[in-house]
């Protein structure tokens, strides 16, 4: 069952992600893992190896501190969610595309490459997909 999250008042003129919009793309992210059916383990592998105890507590919707890493992150994965919906009129087939191999990724899935932990490997989806869509 689908809940309304409560938002984040956007404030664009500011250079960094607030206290605010931070914990609201980790409540997003935790729905958005479960579309994708990741486990918990790779779900904090793909967040920089977060503890069991932490993800725990996003899940039950207890967000705290979020560090400038965390919240690069989480930035990320929402541009990987972004394109996916660009690219997909249908959710479910974004949803999926995450644990399909490309060929494109060596034959891995885009899953395989975002668990291996560093930002970089976030970053490479998120480029990957702006390009398929013409963004830049």
Known sequence: MLHELPRADAAPERPQITEAEAAAMARTVVNLFARWDLSDAEAREILGGLAARTYARWKAGEVGRIDRDLATRLSLLMGIHKGLRYLFTD???????VKKPNSALGGRTPV???TEGSIFALARIRS???AERGGW
């Open 91 to 97: 959710p479910a087939r974004g949803y999926g595309w």
């Open 128 to 130: 990957y997909l702006d």
């Open 112 to 114: 395989d490459i975002m």
